[in-house]
């Protein structure tokens, strides 16, 4: 069982940068896929952003092509968050996003298991 609360949201100038957080409380980060999705009224949830873990313990990454180059995503297994780092923010990265865990998560968004509340990012001058 895992609980996830997002953070970090807000209003930001388009070029601008957000952190957001997740924070994971339940059984520790290394046991799931960690993923970012965003999702506007209307629309399916869109992958963001996974961090997955190889059966050797080492993490990879992947990224929309809509983000790859300003979003980077990252874990903390210490803390039980992993964040999401968007640079140069753009008005179509308008949406909320969210958060998921699965253990077999990927890039849709049934393949993860445990969501957060979501947060509310704004890209506008």
């Known amino acids: 069982q895992v609980q996830l609360v997002e953070s970090g949201g807000g209003l930001v100038q388009p070029g601008g940068s957000l952190r957001l957080s997740c924070a994971a409380s339940g059984r520790t980060l290394p046991t799931y896929v960690m993923g970012w999705f965003r999702q506007t009224p209307g629309k399916e949830r869109e992958f963001v952003a996974t961090s997955t873990w190889s059966s050797r313990s080492i993490g990879y990454t992947n990224y929309a092509d809509s983000v790859k180059g300003r979003f980077t995503i990252s874990r903390d297994n210490a803390k039980n968050t992993v964040y999401l780092q968007m640079n140069s923010l753009k008005p179509e990265d308008t949406a909320v996003y969210y958060c998921?865990?699965?253990?077999?998560?990927?890039?849709?968004?049934?393949?993860?298991?445990?969501w957060g509340q979501g947060t509310q990012v704004t890209v506008s001058s």
């Open positions: 998921g865990a699965g253990l077999r998560g990927a890039t849709a968004s049934r393949t993860y298991d445990y």
